[in-house]
């Protein structure tokens, strides 16, 4: 049966945003509502290019028939991030599939992001590490100017163009983490979901997260081949989950989620960054009518 006529499905919900701006936290969040109903796996991309392999709706819903009863008033959920930047449009497939979803949206400081994302890159693909040993070389030769990734407001007209803005939540990722039952709340309102305290607000950090590939980087080392820009990375090789401890809105990250024991972004290509997305941002701002303060 697809889930969508089931008779007691209250809701349709797609977490989007992008690579590194918490997707995975949030999911596992909002999956301990009692009214939301878990998918089989976080990232379907049903509606992208990834979804290919996926033939019919029919299929897309056993997919988002995970965990949770059915017996009581349920939402489904789907949080593939990248369906906020996918062409083909997706804002219109969803819209034609399900025309009452409510999309959640979190954006991430673009000049962390990318960094973020950088350093992600390096530790899950040898050719990527290859190719930008460097921040610095990544930042001059890998084309991240015309990325999609990296145009928030853009992409965002999107989906304002298909879904009324009702429809739509724009969440600062940075504001989930350091006030998230708090930020929850906001949500499950948003969904017309009653309140809920979650109980376990320990964040995802993904594995490629806490480890590099440190074989790779040691051969660079060992054969002297881009010798000198492994070294100037910096890296730490043994990179751990955060400390949590506990304040009066709960699990709180010492420090910010996102930084794990990255090596620090340099100055220059912080500032250079912040230039660049400026405009991008007050763009973003206007659009969803609140200023996220990015630095």
């Known amino acids: ?25 949030l999911y596992k969040y909002l999956c301990q509502h009692p009214n939301i109903s878990c998918a089989k796996c976080k990232e ?77 890159n390096i530790k899950q693909n040898i050719e990527f590490l290859h190719n930008w040993p460097t921040f610095d070389k990544f930042l001059v030769t890998s084309g991240w100017r015309q990325h999609a990734i990296n145009n928030y407001a853009d992409n965002l007209e999107r989906w304002y163009c298909i879904f009324p803005r009702e429809q739509i939540l724009a969440i600062k990722s940075e504001d989930l983490f350091e006030r998230t039952q708090e930020i929850l709340a906001e ?24 480890q590099i590939n440190t074989t790779y980087i040691r051969k660079l080392t060992s054969t ?6 492994a070294s100037s990375a910096n890296f730490r090789i043994n990179v751990g989950v955060k400390e949590l401890h506990q304040s009066s809105r709960g699990h709180v990250i010492t420090g910010s989620v996102f930084d794990g024991h990255y090596p620090p972004m340099k100055q220059k290509d912080r500032i250079l960054l912040a230039q660049h997305f400026k405009p991008m941002n007050k763009k973003l701002y206007t659009l969803v009518g609140k200023d996220f303060n990015w630095k």
């Open 1 to 25: 049966m697809n889930l969508f006529e089931h008779p007691n499905h209250i809701g349709h919900c797609v977490i989007a945003g992008e690579a590194k701006c918490g997707s995975s936290s």
């Open 44 to 120: 379907i991309n049903y509606l992208s290019k990834l979804g290919d392999k996926i033939p019919t709706q029919e299929a897309y819903s056993t997919l988002l028939n995970g965990m949770g009863s059915k017996n009581n008033p349920f939402m489904t959920i789907d949080g593939s991030a990248q369906y906020f930047r996918s062409p083909g449009g997706v804002p219109q497939k969803l819209h034609d599939m399900y025309p009452n979803s409510k999309i959640v949206l979190l954006f991430r400081n673009p000049v962390d992001r990318i960094y973020s994302n950088y350093l992600m």
């Open 187 to 210: 949500i499950f309102e948003f969904l017309g979901l009653s309140p809920y305290k979650i109980k376990d607000l320990t964040p995802i950090i993904p594995l490629a997260d806490k």
């Open 224 to 229: 002297g081949r881009h010798n000198h820009n």
